[in-house]
């Protein structure tokens, strides 16, 4: 982890830049879809090319570049293409290349993976820092367009957590202190989507949902992995402590998920408790939990898109976002049923589909530091479950709220870019599934 | 690859080839009713495979194979097998399914999601196959939990049903609560004997027994036992199963034969385990005894003809537990067998039954239709009853226990289970005939004929499927050590046992056949309070809503008002 970040490696970077140029370039569905895609795609292929050339899957670097670091920055395009392919369904314009649903994406993107691919630890810790500022910038241009989309506490948690990495990576020799991990530790907890305050109430438009989850549901759990991988370095002796209190940070999300009035709640606390489970495994410091923890790093977002996806399907339909406006509505749109299956079974980490490996490995990392905190994963494990299925139950096996005949012919369609989506992101997490319970995600073997 | 390789890797390829078919016909939409028998075929067809792998399994011992992938932290020892147990399961999970899918080929005709059913069956009798013929505990687990995923999707196949898709989430709930002991269960087998291969595990008990302390391993088994519990409805989280009733019967009979089956299965596939851990039998077989009377006290009081049908399953898997914890594994498997084909018969007979019974004005009969005990019964007749329904079941059950070669004296489960076949024998005699032919001794005869042939043929047939299932005599006497208590402790029991035996019939005699009540007035007094107990269900499920669930709810709401204040929440 000390080699500099290779600079030959900028041009690839600016790939996903060229979706919102190449975008204004088409106006039928068809062409517009693939010229936005493209270019992201083309930036998954240099990815997963690079991820290819390692001789076996390990944590080394080739390159320049970590694998961990590739396969983030994979992730975080893997999660993109759906949402471009739920863009394309809009008319197309003069300022189409100007929609903030594309560009800002992008942008992300680009950013993303120079944090991602960085190897330094002040550069990572920077990265981070940088990233959380630019998170922020992005709910500034969200709150502008859409008035009231984020509260203040939420927008000062996310400023606190990114100036405590910059000041950390400004003072590197506080890294080796319990005082710099602490401060690490607070800023990664800040980034964590629950249990503290939720971020917005108000907004029903679909794009702005589908960018709040693209930033603030899928991007931390990427974001907190990569931070953790200066870890090791650390000057702490015993990490059990620490450990106890992630998750039992992780698990108060689910109290946020239980009590929720808004379905992004839910996903909150969905997410929180995953993210409280795969920090504990990467403190452990053992491969089996590193493992693990890379697993949950790639699979929570997939599963949170996909959820979050049907879900800002339903809302733009029933313009609520209340779990009790939202009760019984997806009996109604038989292919939703179906993704939203997948992320149920992703949250209640089924085998084949719920990266029940990764769970397995994580926790065997856990277990073998303290069997008490391996119980602690298990009662999460658990929790995560009931709270999935109770939501399963609700969307999709409620009575439906009340339409009349009009409406109801509306509400039943489903865009031909929605199926796109839908069909990419149960692709892509099945996909990873599989790779990661063919051992992708690790080198140790036992 | 051999041949007969080829045929047990084909064992869970052939449902599951049904089943993606069915998928795919389904997602094209063609929707004639027909596609349902691709399922049923290759259903069929994995039967029949299995009897010929079983065949191969006797005559030239187990067949393991290596899956062609890897999984993360798993090396080196056969993941997947089929030996004498697997076979036999596989039979039973493939004959009833296919049972159950011809079934309902008309039952279910017309029905929404015809194919999609049919599709779903195939694929869980896939996934029990793997489960049944995996021989790593972290592959067990896998299709252990595939197993609930297919059932809840079984359960909630009716969509439109709310109480069905209430009670599916409900099942799935408890399984999973099981599963998570399972899995601690696992963790701890992994840190303690270092791999998760079934085969290596017991042969390091074997070579090294103090490799693992018996606490280390008395809690591995528990947790094991806790996830066998949840999935075989043992008490208290067997209120899952009387519940089940609003799926479509196909699915009851499938899953009181053969998925609540899975908790007695994983016993004996960890049998070894259990058997190095003799604190954990003796739970083992208390949750039995408990479960099965419970079980079966509370069946008595249903009104429901399928709530009946479960509370009676709840009770089998109790007596299946039982036999588990006195160290009868392979009696285990024989009388889950045995249920599995007689549950899933009065499941699918239930409807026709409720049907003709709506029709007929004259069902049920009234107790005044009943024939009256005969006149002139005097108490010099009750010796005859006495010998036909007490003492005869006893020189029968023993005769059976000799011709079949079965030590009382070195045993200590021989002789409950004796106890049991003689309670069992004496209390179908008296409830059958009500002891009306016994006035005279060739009136009982015929009778006599019938419970020595049955008898003696049912425990002659368990000894074999014992000496079948486990050859090594070694093993089976490490089981029957392992689940006893040993003889000074023992013939305490065993007195008070029979005592209470002979208590139950002296009772069962006066007031069923001389219409006398000779119980104590503190007892009759709490009779009802006793029926209502069970007519409740024991209010178990009462209790957990009102003093664990809402308690937790106050405390999540309070919590709530911490982050986002009293307002806001």
Redo the contacts between chains.
Sequence with gaps: MRTAFPLSILPFLALPLLSPLLRTLFSSGRRRAVATVLPVGLFLLWLLGRILSFPVPSFFMVGGLSREGLLLSLCLGVVLIPLLLVQTEKTGSSKDGRRPGVWLPCLLLSAGSAAFLENEVSGILAGGGLLGLFLLSGAGFLGGAYPGAYRNAFLLRILAGSIFLLALSFKGALLSTPAGGALLLAALLLFFPA????RSERVVAPEFLQLDMLFFLCLPPLLVFDLLRVWPSLAFPDTTLLEGGVLGWGL?GL??A??AHYVSEVADGLSSAGMGAMVAGLLTGSA?GR?GGLFLAVLLPQASLLGGLVLSALIARFRVRTVAGLSGAG?MIAPLRLAFLLAA?QG?S???VGG???E??L??GI??QS?AL??GV??G??LT??LA??SL?RY????PPPLSRGDREVVKGLWPGELWAFGAASFFLLVTDLA????W??G??? | MAMQDGAAVLLPALPLLGALLLFLFDACGVKSPRTALIALVSTAFSFFLGLFVLWEVIASGPLLLRLPVTLPGLAGGPLWGVDRLSAIMVLLVTGVSTVVQAYSLRYLLGEPDYGRFFGLVAAETSVLVMLVTSRNLLLIFVFWQLMSLGLYLLMAHNRRRRNAVDTAGKTFLVHRAGDMFMLAGILIAKESFHTLDLDRIAEILKNTPEAVSQGTLSALVLCLFVGCMAKSAQFPFHFWLPDTMETPTPVSALMHAGIVNAGGYLMNRTSILFAHSPLSMHLVFAVGFLTALFGSSTMLTQSDVKRKLGFSTMGQMGYMTMECGLGAFSLAVFHLIAHGIFKATLFLESGTAIAIARKDPAIPRRMAEEPATPEGFHLSRGLPVALVTLVLPLVIVLGAHQLADIHLSREEGTVVFLFFSWVTVSQVTISLTRARLFDSFAAAIPWTAVLVLFVYGYIGAAHKFNLFLYPDPATRALYFSSGGVGWVMFTPIVLLITFVIVAGWVVAFFRGVRGRQILPSWILSRQEALYLFFLNRGSVEHLFLHRVVEPVDRLLWRLRELFDGKERA
């Design positions: 249990p503290l305050s939720r108060l109290v946020r239980k009590t089996a493992e009996a079974f209640m089924l085998p084949v029940l490996l990764g397995w490995r926790i065997e277990f073998e069997p391996g119980v298990l009662i494990l658990f479950f009931a299925l109770a139950r999709f096996s409620s009575v990661g319970t063919l051992g995600f690790g140790a073997r036992l």
